[in-house]
DNA sequence: CGCAAGTTTGATGATTATCAAACAGGGTGG
DNA sequence: CCACCCTGTTTGATAATCATCAAACTTGCG
């Protein structure tokens, strides 16, 4: 099976064999975690980068009051900050939330194959971008979008992450959230995501069953998402959700 | 008066003569933007970095129902991404919100002030950390804060990013944004801020005239935002709003 | 089989948006 | 200099959205 980082990197620039020879290498030894262990929490000192090769993972913190906001999803292929390292402690937790395969990448490793690999170091920094425009995407679907327009958004911007990974399969493919899970990142309760999906189903844009969402009307769907894959920066922008 | 952005990279690691000297050099000829004015706009191809030397800038995105969402704010001394270039257009706009003087610096600009100034490329790195840092507290914000919680998250923010580049006064400090931007950058209507406000005005926690914010009791405004600078990853954190 | 976690539905209430309108301030042109 | 206008602030009335509380139901698993 193709290593996720590698294909997912691939589908924002051109990798030699060389490149994603190299790429595998440091990913070679990933270690286990089982569902909601943390694999590094707030207020600790940042270690190696992470990347996740199977499973997902996600960016979190739990406020005073206990209720908690679920910041970014990373499933297989992401990794997360390249320059962790430079802060003195985390300003939030990271998660599994299935059991997960992660690898840990060392600084020294790290720079060592940025140096040596300028297209990699290249096409992480589009990564990085990328998912600081996903995080401004978040930041506007909360501000400004309904509880359903959310809901569209987000499983819109799953499901292709998931295809560049070849995660999907013919309009339908896998999500181990828990409605739970759904409700802390998009701001809302469990009771009332609950509502808006059926309000979805019923309007026949998406169903979601327990592990996976099937997309019964892509057109729909991004037009009540409100959609623009633009953000994502894939390549081949053309095979994208609705014109499927 | 000292360099916004040197003074602002030195509140997060210890820059010497050289390196201040370098980045002063590579500001050194700003251009002047009248408010309104879009630096870049979505859909543009990105061109050299900006670093915003005096005025209020932000980042945001106009949805297709009109309404708008602010991102970001970039403060004197703040600077956009360091690798924009890498992507092929703009997913969101930059605009002036206040008359505003920025610098452009060039990616040869960059890249070879990066190379010769280690320094430098770390502490610029550390920035963007914690720009990062910044939009995912905004995501805690929206997702999980009332109303009078964001207002008064948002204002502790600003006031420390304001601080560290010398921009505050005793307990007061300038924030040239109208209640219509910071709805749009909180997620609200102008109207239900005018009324949160009040309350917070009325609670003795702040008080927001045109132009200017008064924290009236520090305390009890980071008691309302449950607030934790912890994310800003300043040096000397003795010195910051709670503990004046 | 029984428990734990997750899903679903109902009833009620709080928060926030929307619509409407009055008011204040700052700048411009006659 | 004043009238006017534009932008921004403030207040009121009403409605929509979403949270909260409570409870039944469903599914997977030891």
């Known amino acids: ?20 020879a190299a790429l595998e290498r440091v ?17 600790d000192e940042p270690g190696p980068m992470f990347v996740v090769l199977e499973g997902w993972v996600c960016r979190y ?6 209720s908690r ?16 390292k430079l802060l003195a402690q985390m300003d939030h937790g990271i998660q599994a939330i299935t059991t ?28 990085q971008l990328v998912d600081e425009g996903i995080m401004r ?10 509880a359903a327009e959310r809901v569209a958004h ?9 295809r560049s990974i070849g995660l999907t399969g013919e309009g339908e493919f896998a999500l181990p959230l828990s409605q739970l899970v759904l409700a802390d990142a998009l701001g809302m309760t469990a009771v009332h995501i609950n509502r808006v999906l059926k309000e979805l189903r019923l309007a026949g844009a998406m169903a979601l069953t327990r592990g996976s969402v099937t997309i019964l009307d892509p057109v729909k769907l991004v037009q009540i998402a409100g959609f623009d894959e633009n953000y994502l920066h894939r390549r081949l922008l053309l095979t994208g959700l609705s014109a499927r």
Chains 1, 2 share one sequence.
């Open 61 to 66: 913190k739990i406020l005073p009051s206990g």
């Open 27 to 43: 990913t070679a030894k990933p270690r286990r975690y089982v569902a909601r262990q943390d694999l590094i929490r707030e207020g």
């Open 69 to 84: 906001q679920i910041m970014a999803f990373l499933m297989p292929g992401d990794a997360c900050d390249l320059h962790i």
């Open 137 to 146: 995407a978040w930041i506007v679907s909360m501000g400004r979008r309904s």
């Open 154 to 162: 987000l499983i819109c911007e799953l499901y292709l992450r998931a």
């Open 100 to 127: 997960a395969s992660v690898a840990t990448v060392s600084r020294e490793q790290m720079e060592s194959m940025m140096r040596d690999h300028p297209n990699i170091a290249r096409t992480m920094y589009m990564a």
């Open 1 to 20: 099976m193709a290593n996720r980082f590698v294909q997912k990197l691939s589908g924002l620039a051109d990798l030699d064999a060389d490149d994603a």
